[in-house]
């Protein structure tokens, strides 16, 4: 049989079972006949089920292949196998043959987890696409406004899109050039599951016993902007509205792409000073993409002003819980939620007066 874009003419040196944990196991049956060149009943003893099973998921990958995330997913696998790092001696050969990961492998189990979950979410919203271009390293998540004019929300790295694609949990709606995908119904039971696995850890706080600040990591906890966001008043009319949400993951996506995630929990006047004297933490250089985020930030933060900023900063940004940030901020039970919307509020109309600029890719 034959495989799309694999070469059997040279030796798989690394095992199949070296690959990721997370690469599906019917990925795994597929490269071990097409890139290890087994017999499907080889395969099939090897993992302790029917050839007739080895056979379908093999079928099941090859048709797969026109998926242009699916396929170049599984040839850098299946090159990762082929191509192991030249040894400089036979010895060293038989170690690194016998303990080296493989090389250029995709992203670790929690990694791809902590950093999938976040986009699945974005495109659970109402026609949300993830859109993939021809050559191009980077994916982008958008979604239509009111007007139904595609807004950029989030960007992702391309092999992490192709992981979600050979995972199943996205699926391609319009192939071309410019290609897009949804979320499936496995991308929706995964998500389930991630939260459900979340919901069971227990709660933390952002600081220390000693004061020092936990980095928060992002897109594993859900936003207490879109927990707020189900809410509604007596009429049905929910809390936030849909753009209020929205600005709320701008600003989100503006922090880490600033690369403040590392920052200290300090207060917005704190970060503001941080940001204009260039004294944040890690390299003094950062690159545009970096600097362009941190710019859109600091004029974000002086147009709220103070208290508005603060509570923005500490549950967009943060993620922080609105309990939380009023406890800390000192502020009467029940005020935050009041403040936090209109803090949104004025949020929005900022980035409207923006334009097309915090859409920009950089």
């Known amino acids: 049989m034959s495989a799309k874009g694999c070469a059997t003419s040279v030796k798989v040196l690394y095992p199949v079972c070296r690959l990721p944990d997370w690469v599906p196991e019917g990925a795994r049956l597929y490269l071990s006949h097409v890139a290890a060149g087994k017999s499907l009943r080889a395969v099939a003893r090897d993992y302790g089920c029917h050839a007739s099973t080895v056979m379908r998921q093999v079928r099941r990958f090859e048709n797969l292949r026109d998926d242009p995330l699916v396929d170049n997913a599984l040839r850098k696998l299946d090159m990762a196998l082929r191509a192991p790092p030249k040894p400089s001696s036979a010895t060293e050969y038989s170690l690194m043959t016998a303990q080296s990961p493989l090389p250029s492998a995709p992203h670790s189990v929690p990694d791809l987890e902590d950093r999938a979950m976040h986009y699945l979410q974005e495109l659970t919203a109402p026609k949300a696409v993830l859109i993939v271009a021809e050559d191009m390293p980077k994916a982008v998540v958008t979604r239509e406004d009111a007007s139904g004019i595609p807004q950029r929300v989030a960007i992702l790295d391309r092999d992490l899109a192709e992981a979600m694609a050979l995972k199943n949990w996205i699926t391609c709606r319009k192939q071309g050039r410019v290609s897009s995908y949804v979320i499936s119904s496995a991308g929706r039971l995964a998500l389930r599951d991630h939260r459900a696995a979340q ?150 109309r900022h980035y409207a007066c923006l334009g097309d600029e915090p859409m920009m890719i950089g």
Request: glycine share 8%; charged share 25%.
């Open 199 to 348: 919901a069971s850890l227990p709660a933390c706080r952002h600081d220390g016993e000693d004061g020092t600040p936990r980095r928060v990591r992002y897109g594993v906890i859900e936003s207490p902007v879109t927990v707020l966001s189900r809410r509604r008043d007596k009429s049905g009319r929910p809390f936030l509205e849909g753009g209020l949400v929205q600005a709320a993951e701008r600003m989100r996506e503006d922090y880490v792409m600033a690369q403040l995630e590392s920052a200290p929990a300090v207060s917005a006047a704190e970060l503001m000073h941080m940001l204009e004297t260039r004294t944040v933490p890690g390299p003094n250089i950062a690159p545009p993409g970096t600097a362009a985020a941190r710019t859109r930030i600091l004029r974000l933060l002086r147009d709220l002003g103070e208290g508005l900023s603060d509570i923005a900063l500490r549950c967009c940004c943060r993620l922080e819980g609105v309990e939380s940030a009023e406890n800390a901020m000192g502020w009467s039970a029940r005020s935050g939620k009041i403040v936090l919307r209109i803090a949104l509020q004025r949020m929005s």
